[in-house]
T-cell receptor, first 110, second 112 residues
Framework: GIQVEQSPPDLILQEGANSTLRCNFS?????LQWFHQNPWGQLINLFY???GTKQNGRLSATTVATERYSLLYISSSQTTDSGVYFC????????????FGKGTLLTVNP | ETGVTQSPTHLIKTRGQQVTLRCSSQ?????VSWYQQALGQGPQFIFQ???????GRGNFPPRFSGLQFPNYSSELNVNALELDDSALYLC???????????FGPGTRLLVL
C-alpha cells in the first residue's frame, strides 16, 4: 500500500516563528488532507489539497503531485498551534481510505 | 466545522468483553469510516460503510465489525477485546459530492 512519511517528527518553536512541515508519499493520490490534532484527540481539517496551493489565514499548503510531496506552512506561530499535524492520503479505488503519516509534533513556546 | 458526534467519550472494558461504539454522521454525509489510533501513532483505517454496505476494510480481524443505519449513523463493534485494542477510535464522514473526510471527537477505549 501507499506509504506516507512526515518530517520532522518533532518541532519546537518560539511564538512568532515560521515553520514548514513536509509530507512525502509513495504513489499518486486522489486526496490529500492536512489535519491538526488537538490535545483532546479531535482531528481538525486544515486543507483538502491533492494538488496546488491553498491559504487560510496564517496557514498555507502546497502539494506537488508529480513529485509526491506536500508542504504545510505555519507563519507567525502561536501557542494554540501546538499539537500533532497529520498528513493523510487516499490513493484511489472504490473507497476513500485515508492512509496517515506518523505526524509532526509541534510545540510552540511563549 | 464538524457535525460528527461519537459516544461514549471514554470507556473501560476488560479483556474478553465486547464493546459497541457509536457515531452520528454529519448531515448529508452518506459515507462513514472508522479508524483506530494507538498512542503516538497516526490513525489506521478499520473499514468504511457506504449506503449501509461495507465498502473497504483495512488489516483488522473479523472481530471488528460494523453497521451503518438508514439515517447514516454507524456502529463499530469489537468482540473478544484484547489489551492491544486500547486506543482512540475515530469516526469520519464524507458527503457524496466530496472526498473530504470530517472526523468526530473520538472514543477512548481502555482494555484492562
Amino acid at each position: 500500500g501507499i506509504q506516507v512519511e512526515q518530517s520532522p517528527p518533532d518541532l519546537i518553536l518560539q511564538e512568532g516563528a515560521n515553520s514548514t512541515l513536509r509530507c512525502n508519499f509513495s504513489d499518486s493520490v486522489n486526496n490529500l488532507q492536512w489535519f491538526h490534532q488537538n490535545p483532546w484527540g479531535q482531528l481538525i481539517n486544515l486543507f483538502y489539497i491533492p494538488s496546488g496551493t491553498k491559504q487560510n489565514g496564517r496557514l498555507s499548503a502546497t502539494t506537488v503531485a508529480t513529485e509526491r510531496y506536500s508542504l504545510l506552512y505555519i507563519s507567525s506561530s502561536q501557542t494554540t498551534d501546538s499539537g500533532v499535524y497529520f498528513c493523510a492520503v487516499d490513493s484511489g479505488g472504490s473507497n476513500y481510505k485515508l492512509t496517515f503519516g506518523k505526524g509532526t509534533l509541534l510545540t510552540v513556546n511563549p | 466545522e464538524t457535525g460528527v458526534t461519537q459516544s461514549p467519550t471514554h470507556l473501560i472494558k476488560t479483556r474478553g468483553q465486547q464493546v459497541t461504539l457509536r457515531c452520528s454522521s454529519q448531515s448529508g454525509h452518506n459515507t462513514v469510516s472508522w479508524y483506530q489510533q494507538a498512542l503516538g501513532q497516526g490513525p489506521q483505517f478499520i473499514f468504511q460503510y457506504y449506503r449501509e454496505e461495507e465498502n473497504g476494510r483495512g488489516n483488522f480481524p473479523p472481530r471488528f465489525s460494523g453497521l451503518q443505519f438508514p439515517n447514516y449513523s454507524s456502529e463499530l463493534n469489537v468482540n473478544a477485546l484484547e489489551l492491544d485494542d486500547s486506543a482512540l477510535y475515530l469516526c469520519a464522514s464524507s458527503p457524496a459530492s466530496s472526498k473530504t473526510q470530517y472526523f468526530g471527537p473520538g472514543t477512548r477505549l481502555l482494555v484492562l
